[in-house]
Structure formats: C-alpha cells, structure tokens
C-alpha cells in the first residue's frame, strides 16, 4: 500500500486492502527500565531497518523498547494518602 492509502485506511475510508504492520522487540527482555545502559537503544537502533526490508510492512510504529517511570516528586511512600498529596501533573513535570 502507499502512503495515501494507509492513511485512507486510518481515517475508516474505503481502502483496496487492510493495512499490514508488525511491531516487534529486538531486546531478550523489553520490561526493564528504558533509562537503563544495557544496548537497548543501539539494538533497536541497529535492526529495525533490517527488519522493515524483510518484512515490508505498510507502516511502522517506532518506539524503543523498555519501561519509562517517573519520579513520583518527593512522594517517600505511594501507600500513604497523604504523600500522594505532592504529586503533579505528569505534563508539568516534563514541560515546565
């Protein structure tokens, strides 16, 4: 498919054909931290364009792999109600 159609597809127009995409990890374990040294980012930097060559998928979703977390500002104990009481937006804390 080109790019018109998939988008067609998107947006519940007619298509010719469903979209294909298969998202995959290249990493042994996705469900660590994704901050972590641990080759993450080059392993994904390094096969995803192999693997779109191979696969030919009509579009791709790009993303690395790993978990993100976010400091919880100052919160010592997430089961205490009243420490909760510090937490922010996520939207602020990223964006000011």
């Given at each position: 498919?080109?790019?018109?159609?998939?988008?067609k597809a998107?947006?519940?127009?007619?298509?010719?054909?469903?979209?294909?995409?298969?998202?995959?990890?290249?990493?042994?374990?996705?469900?660590?931290?994704?901050?972590?040294?641990?080759?993450?980012?080059?392993?994904?930097?390094?096969?995803?364009?192999?693997?779109?060559?191979?696969?030919?998928?009509?579009?791709?979703?790009?993303?690395?792999?790993g978990y993100?977390?976010?400091?919880?500002?100052?919160?010592?104990?997430?089961?205490?109600?009243?420490?909760?009481?510090?937490?922010?937006?996520?939207?602020?804390?990223?964006?000011?």
């Amino acid at each position: 498919m080109n790019k018109l159609e998939v988008l067609k597809a998107f947006q519940n127009q007619d298509e010719s054909q469903i979209p294909f995409s298969v998202w995959h990890h290249f990493t042994p374990n996705e469900h660590v931290e994704a901050t972590a040294t641990n080759g993450m980012y080059s392993a994904d930097l390094n096969k995803e364009s192999e693997f779109v060559d191979a696969v030919h998928p009509d579009f791709i979703k790009l993303m690395n792999d790993g978990y993100f977390t976010y400091q919880l500002n100052n919160v010592d104990n997430p089961r205490d109600l009243r420490s909760l009481l510090k937490l922010r937006q996520l939207r602020k804390m990223m964006y000011g």
